[in-house]
């Protein structure tokens, strides 16, 4: 069973960083791509960053600038590196696998940024 490990969430003043990691130490099969999301209350999940094997990124427009995805292919790992937080990052954050097949999602993290 595939399991994703994330952590890294937690409270921080609006204006500062946090890092957020994803392992996913069981996958056996070849991972397409690997991201975060994001939910927040009252909202939809939507896709915050998204990186390929082959190193291609992908950022809303929100994250653009502030946000910064990297990805470990050896060890399965993805982290986000999230600068200059507002209030609207509040939210709970979500590791995200693409593989041949399914996708798979961690637990969630949450992030909460105080004004």
């Known amino acids: 069973q595939v399991q994703l490990v994330e952590s890294g969430g937690g409270l921080v003043q609006a204006g500062g960083s946090l890092r957020l990691s994803c392992a996913a130490p069981g996958i056996t099969f070849s991972i397409n791509a690997m991201g975060w999301y994001r939910q927040a209350p009252g909202k939809q999940r939507e896709v915050v960053a998204g990186?390929?094997?082959?190193?291609?990124?992908n950022y809303a427009d929100y994250a653009k600038g502030r946000f910064t995805i990297f990805r470990d292919n050896a060890k399965n790992t993805v982290d986000l590196h999230m600068n200059s937080l507002k209030p609207e990052d509040n939210a709970v954050y979500y590791c995200h696998v693409l593989g041949p097949i399914s996708r798979y999602w961690g637990q969630g993290t949450q992030v909460t940024i105080s004004s």
């Open positions: 990186i390929t094997s082959g190193g291609r990124t």
